[in-house]
């Protein structure tokens, strides 16, 4: 992990901090007036996020955090954050506002998808339809719903560049969260892809992954995996828990099967998506066929002693 300076297209005082699939990227405004970062990273990189902002800011202060959504991976540094800038206003999208402001963790998804988040919070709202300044441009705020309801993207119509959060990645997107739970989300990623077309941007600025300035191809990619997953909601739903797999074994690198186990059970979305997908089948013997999966395909490894990364 890294970060990349602004490069050609990207607007002189924006640098992205590109980073693994643990964390989301993180993108630093250095403004005339005002420092701002968008999504904050993972709980467990947080102490990295921190280094990664005072490379570039040195002595002056970070003024604003923005989360693009409330997912783990985008906002698990806020709480850091806040601690090391007193004065940091905290801006997100206002749909989980009020779970925010009491800290449910039943309506939060970080306890439902066995992740971690610090306790934060937050000074205003991210409200779709608006604008706000960021590097002393004004950069819109648009809701994108599908990888999860409450998502927004931000565009900047001078430079054209999109910071398309899990909206949209080189080769693909997010995980359909509500789709799983029941909720229809596939159209939803379709009407934001729409969108993004729409805005036409020049390059983008992905929650994962390298900028990318090939949108047209981007886009023909995601809309080319989504029709398979409509198609089949089966592969979606085994590939949404190998991810939650995976996700957890990067975090940990290593972890016994007492542990795994107790992991797996007390993860409500494995058992919530295995009563919806696959009734037919126990958890164990669901988990145990995943985790085969992931270390056929060389992204697990397994022995006497538990399981590990790869």
């Not at 783990?72 to 206002?94: E, F, K, M, V, W």
């Not at 205003?124 to 599908?146: I, K, M, N, R």
């Not at 379709?190 to 981007?218: C, M, N, S, W, Y």
Request: contains cysteine; glycine residues 10%.
């Amino acid at each position: 992990m890294g970060h990349e300076e602004a490069s050609a297209g990207l607007p002189a005082n924006v640098v992205v901090f590109e980073r693994g699939w643990l964390s989301s990227n993180n993108i630093l405004f250095v403004g005339a007036e005002e420092t701002a970062l968008v999504d904050t990273g993972y709980a467990t990189h947080a102490d990295q996020t921190l280094a990664l902002v005072e490379s570039v800011l040195g002595e002056r202060p970070l003024d604003r955090v923005l989360n693009t959504h409330l997912h783990s991976d985008h906002c698990g540094g806020n709480a850091a954050l806040q601690q090391r800038y007193p004065s940091l206003r905290t801006d997100i999208p206002p749909g989980e506002a009020a779970l925010v402001e009491r800290w449910d963790v039943q309506g939060l998804s970080f306890l439902a998808t066995g992740q971690s988040c610090p306790r934060f919070g937050f000074t205003g709202l991210l409200e779709p339809g608006t604008e706000c300044l960021l590097g002393d441009s004004a950069w819109q705020v648009h809701g994108a719903p599908g990888h999860d309801p409450h998502s927004v993207i931000l565009f900047d119509p001078a430079s054209q560049t999109l910071i398309s959060a899990d909206a949209l990645w080189e080769n693909g997107f997010g995980i359909a969260f509500p789709e799983l739970m029941g909720e229809p989300s596939f159209a939803d990623i379709g009407a934001t892809l729409d969108l993004i077309e729409k805005l036409a941007p020049r390059q983008v600025i992905p929650g994962h992954g390298g900028v990318f300035a090939d949108v047209d191809r981007a886009l023909e990619t995601a809309r080319k995996r989504l029709a398979g997953l409509e198609r089949d909601p089966l592969k979606h739903a085994r590939h949404a828990l190998k991810v939650l797999m995976k996700f957890k074994l990067l975090e940990l690198q290593a972890v016994s099967w007492g542990e795994w186990a107790g992991w797996l059970l007390g993860t409500p979305y494995f058992e919530r998506i295995r009563a919806r997908f696959f009734a037919d089948e126990s958890l164990d013997a669901l988990t145990n066929d995943l985790l085969s999966e992931l270390v056929a395909a060389g992204a697990a490894q397994s022995d006497a002693f538990g399981v590990r990364n790869a």
